[in-house]
């Protein structure tokens, strides 16, 4: 019997505990294609979490665009996934039950870090020509092409084993972290700097095993990394003093998730990032929303259109509210309800009395 496009993965799931990962491979038939090597497939681990504060967290909207956009059709031909959910509540995002598709439930520990160190655990060393690892911050793929990741793999080398989309110079000059493509290579490098010892939020950006040494580590072991974001698109990292130069001579060049912080390269001039420069794009900055919400109300009609931009499941968008969550709501109308009656109650009685 084939399994439904898609189906709810509320229970059971898969829980893993991260004092332990796992060094085994999927065993479950519903993961055969996640087990092929030599072939040239892709493999995009998104890590995200959902949350109610202080809105039903943009992670969730960005899950479901991207599972539109992608899973399921002819664009994840070539293509397996793993989801990693720490969502607080539990698992909170209906997820296509496919064949190339692995959905894993864990505790929000050591961020996603630990997210992208538990799904690399699941993964043989070469056995993906590429990898991609993001989180849920970003909203994409904002590109027509079937290969939405083209971009990414023109800048892979064996000189530039990690690319990502933007590049900020503070506090040491680093890819951000929510969006990774990386060879085989590259993904070693990246292994070896993950880890789920991060204590807090500090950490996963400034310690051993964060945000910023995820890229000094590639650099201090003799590659380059590269990133799609125009102003430093072919930038070679490796020389540090260019790199130092670059950013004190243009000083809207630091973090370019910040309004008007990142630079023309053709005027030179500071101007807001654009989502479909990056194709990826991180939604919780409140940087360039007009254009993002344009893009996306695009591409979403353009689903309506073109099967060949969608994924399987475009037509069966599910929102699922967590169980604590889906509770208030019930109590809220229940409240809502009992009050409005009370307050009509009162009015009829008041008008007896006239």
């Known amino acids: 019997m084939v399994p439904p496009a898609w189906k709810l993965l509320s229970q059971p799931y898969t829980e893993l505990k991260v004092d332990t990962v796992p060094r085994t491979r999927f065993k479950d038939n519903s993961s055969e294609k996640l087990r092929r090597t030599g072939n040239g497939r892709t493999l995009i681990i998104f890590a995200f979490r959902t949350g109610w504060y202080p809105s039903p967290s943009r992670d969730i909207r960005n899950v479901e665009f991207f599972i539109r956009q992608v899973v399921g059709g002819p664009r994840s031909a070539d293509l397996d996934f793993i989801f990693v959910d720490t969502s607080d509540q539990g698992p909170a995002i209906p997820v296509p039950h496919l064949e190339n598709v692995k959905y894993i439930y864990r505790p929000n520990i050591a961020f996603d870090m630990c997210s992208y160190k538990t799904a690399l655990a699941l993964v043989a060393p070469g056995q ?12 994409g793929p904002f590109a027509t092409a079937r290969d939405f990741l083209e971009a990414f793999k023109q800048m892979l080398s064996a000189k530039t084993p990690v690319v990502g989309t933007t590049f900020n110079c503070l506090p040491k000059g680093h890819i951000q972290s929510m969006f990774f493509v990386v060879n085989s290579v590259g993904a070693e490098l990246l292994n070896a700097t993950l880890s789920c ?72 001039g500071p101007k807001d990032i654009y989502p479909d420069e990056v194709i990826f794009f991180k939604t919780t900055r409140h940087v360039n929303d007009g254009r993002l919400d344009w893009l996306t109300q695009r591409f979403e009609r353009a689903c309506t259109k073109r099967a060949d931009l969608c994924g399987v499941a475009a037509a069966e968008v599910i929102w699922h509210w967590p169980n604590d969550q889906r509770s208030l709501l019930v109590v809220f109308g229940l409240c809502s309800g009992w009050f409005a009656l009370v307050l009509l109650m009162g009015r009829r009685c008041r008008d007896k009395k006239v």
Request: hydrophobic fraction near 30%; glycine fraction near 8%; aromatic fraction near 14%.
């Open 128 to 139: 993906y020509k590429y990898i991609v690892l993001m989180n849920g911050t970003v909203r």
């Open 197 to 268: 010892d991060i204590p807090d939020k500090g950490a996963a950006t400034y310690g051993p095993h964060g945000e910023i040494n995820i890229s000094q580590n590639v650099l201090k072991a003799g590659y380059n990394i590269g990133v799609v974001q125009p102003f430093w698109r072919g930038h070679d990292f490796r020389d540090v003093n260019a790199t130092w130069h670059r950013c004190e001579s243009y000083p809207e060049s630091k973090d370019p998730y910040y309004p008007m912080n990142d630079v023309d390269p053709q005027t030179m």
